[in-house]
């Protein structure tokens, strides 16, 4: 049976959605996440872009073992050296070139020809090919691309040594049966692709971004660029969760196998979720939380009857037949992480320590739960230590006048600082007695509140965006008390801009 690979790429497209920026202990905890649910590749970053995208890329790679490790790069020969630079260190490393191949990405965006276009392309799969032993060419906006064209870019490619053609609905602009048409002419028009991996990458910007991926798959690709939960640019990618539970439940009709160990799905879509802030909707295919809820009575008459009535999947499929943890006040750290392992976090060191601090806090006020213990390892796979820390603060509120606070925050190296502060409520009061404290002014962007489960004792889960002195920074911070979990976001963006400031720069654009 035809074997169609799985191209993950959540931390490189997936990452380019709006107001995403992953740290690179996120994004390297997130690539380990991926190789337990054995996709085949990892595109992950695209080198290029930020020492930050550099080092995740170089980490992973040297880190990861199981799936290959793609780093992205322009048909620009500084891109191929530094995406081969963070790649090599992989077991199967590849370098992922690619250019605009449309009239108008070619016209407008390069400012170049059709002639000099294919030149180009050749020439960067040569050099990749010269450092690589695995190269992938997109043409980028391939289906806006006239055929004649884009199969003279293909054949060029595959003429220079690409392993793998991947051919991109870059603007979501496809049809399923368009795009089916459009793969089975290069086919025709382009034999040697026999020899190589054909691949799709979708967007949705109409909706259609996963029945393109899967006419892709009925129309010959044998590898499939998707991304968990659907993130990416603009609308997102085909969601993997969606493509590969497609091909699964459907393997009579498809008649191809992948090698995903499904019963990790819903993990990873919890991490990713919990990771980027990006929630999954309730009734979202495979990974919603309504996915697998049946309402009515008829339906749920049938279920009870015989579930395959109203049920096409079983939700232990997805690997939701409830995890076994029961943790509470008086449980270990060798459990705490047992705890974390079975929900896909790797936790050791000083951020176990940090962790279990954290969990012992919540674990004496309420029973936790294994939402709670997914917000507390997010915190501190992502969290960044820096100098200051939140010791003490007490807020005074009330409806008819300032809210008022004091804080005291202690730094590493000179002691405490103490200060007080009004406000427009009682967040407003604690950002600005921080500033005091801190001598650090900084000028909220964006502000945002979840409970991370439901119920009066919640944990309540803030991030942060704050601007100090023209550089924004981001921090995250958790606690049972909103106010205090506020606090502790808003330093943790202070201690980013410290680090930055002093030239430490911290690889990430964001916690
Ligand atoms: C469809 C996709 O998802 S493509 C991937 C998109 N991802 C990203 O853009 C990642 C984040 N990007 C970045 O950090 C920056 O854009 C960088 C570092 C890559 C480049 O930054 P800059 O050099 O400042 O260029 P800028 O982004 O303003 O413009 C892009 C340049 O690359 C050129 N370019 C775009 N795609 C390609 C390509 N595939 N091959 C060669 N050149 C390209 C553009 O024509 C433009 O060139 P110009 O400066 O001569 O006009
Ligand atoms: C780099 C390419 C494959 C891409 O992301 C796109 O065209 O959408």
């Known amino acids: 049976m035809r074997r169609v690979q799985i191209f993950d790429t959540t931390l490189r497209d997936g990452e380019q959605s709006p107001g995403i920026s992953l740290s690179v202990e996120e994004k390297v905890e997130i690539a380990h996440q991926l190789a337990r649910l054995k996709v085949d590749v990892i595109e992950a970053g695209f080198p290029i872009t930020s020492e930050g995208d550099f080092e995740a890329v170089s980490r992973i790679a040297a880190e990861v073992r199981g799936p290959a490790v793609?780093?992205?790069?322009?048909?620009?020969?500084?891109?191929?050296?530094?995406?081969?630079?963070?790649?090599?260190?992989?077991?199967?490393?590849?370098?992922?070139?690619?250019?605009?191949?449309?009239?108008?990405?070619?016209?407008?965006?390069?400012?170049?020809?059709?002639?000099?276009?294919?030149?180009?392309?050749?020439e960067a799969v040569r050099f990749a090919k010269s450092l690589a032993p695995d190269v992938e060419f997109s043409p980028m906006d391939a289906t806006r691309t006239e055929i004649g064209y884009l199969s003279e870019v293909v054949a060029a490619?595959?003429?220079?040594?690409?392993?793998?053609?991947?051919?991109?609905?870059?603007?979501?602009?496809?049809?399923?049966?368009?795009?089916?048409?459009?793969?089975?002419e290069l086919q025709q028009r382009v034999p040697e692709l026999k020899e190589r991996t054909l691949s799709v990458h979708c967007h949705d910007d109409l909706g259609m971004a996963v029945a393109n991926t899967l006419a892709g798959v009925e129309a010959g690709a044998t590898q499939v660029e998707v991304a968990v939960n659907?993130?990416?640019?603009?609308?997102?990618?085909?969601?993997?969760?969606?493509?590969?539970?497609?091909?699964?439940?459907?393997?009579?009709?498809?008649?191809?196998?992948?090698?995903?160990?499904?019963?990790?799905?819903?993990?990873?879509?919890?991490?990713?979720?919990?990771?980027?802030?990006?929630?999954?909707?309730?009734?979202?295919?495979?990974?919603?939380?309504?996915?697998?809820?049946?309402?009515?009575?008829?339906?749920?008459?049938?279920?009870?009857?015989?579930?395959?009535?109203?049920?096409?999947?079983v939700p232990q499929d997805i690997g939701l037949d409830g995890n076994n943890i029961f943790l509470g006040k008086h449980?270990?750290?060798?459990?705490?992480?047992?705890?974390?392992?079975?929900?896909?976090?790797?936790?050791?060191?000083?951020?176990?320590?940090?962790?279990?601090?954290?969990?012992?806090?919540?674990?004496?006020?309420?029973?936790?739960?294994?939402?709670?213990?997914?917000?507390?390892?997010?915190?501190?796979?992502?969290?960044?230590?820096?100098?200051?820390?939140?010791?003490?603060?007490?807020?005074?509120?009330?409806?008819?006048?300032?809210?008022?606070?004091?804080?005291?925050?202690?730094?590493?190296?000179?002691?405490?600082?103490?200060?007080?502060?009004?406000?427009?409520?009682?967040?407003?009061?604690?950002?600005?007695?921080?500033?005091?404290?801190?001598?650090?002014?900084?000028?909220?962007?964006e502000f945002r509140i979840d409970a991370v489960t439901g119920g009066k004792d919640a944990l309540g889960e803030v991030r942060v965006r704050v601007e100090f002195e023209g550089e924004e920074c981001s921090g995250r911070g958790l606690s049972q008390d909103v106010v205090e979990a506020a606090a502790r976001a808003y330093v943790r963006a202070a201690n980013v801009y410290v680090a930055n400031r002093s030239g430490a720069r911290v690889t990430q654009e964001a916690i």
């Open 70 to 122: 793609a780093g992205l790069a322009r048909v620009k020969f500084p891109d191929i050296e530094r995406a081969w630079e963070a790649v090599k260190w992989a077991g199967k490393p590849r370098i992922h070139t690619f250019v605009g191949t449309s009239d108008l990405h070619i016209e407008y965006q390069m400012r170049s020809s059709r002639e000099q276009v294919v030149k180009e392309a050749a």
């Open 157 to 184: 490619a595959v003429e220079a040594g690409a392993d793998v053609i991947n051919i991109a609905d870059t603007v979501g602009y496809t049809t399923p049966a368009e795009f089916a048409a459009l793969l089975k």
């Open 230 to 313: 659907g993130i990416g640019e603009r609308a997102g990618n085909a969601s993997l969760e969606e493509v590969v539970m497609a091909l699964a439940t459907r393997k009579d009709f498809y008649g191809v196998e992948v090698g995903v160990d499904t019963r990790q799905l819903a993990n990873t879509s919890r991490m990713v979720s919990n990771m980027t802030g990006y929630e999954v909707p309730p009734n979202k295919a495979v990974v919603g939380r309504n996915a697998f809820a049946h309402e009515s009575g008829i339906h749920q008459d049938g279920v009870l009857k015989d579930r395959r009535t109203f049920e096409i999947m």
């Open 331 to 445: 449980s270990g750290r060798h459990a705490l992480k047992e705890a974390f392992e079975e929900l896909g976090y790797h936790l050791e060191g000083d951020a176990l320590n940090r962790a279990f601090r954290q969990f012992k806090e919540i674990a004496d006020n309420k029973a936790v739960t294994a939402a709670d213990l997914e917000a507390i390892a997010v915190d501190q796979v992502g969290s960044f230590e820096g100098k200051f820390e939140l010791s003490h603060f007490r807020v005074v509120a009330a409806s008819d006048r300032q809210s008022r606070a004091a804080v005291t925050i202690s730094h590493a190296e000179n002691g405490t600082y103490e200060a007080e502060a009004e406000g427009e409520g009682p967040v407003d009061a604690v950002f600005k007695a921080i500033d005091a404290a801190t001598g650090i002014k900084g000028r909220l962007k």
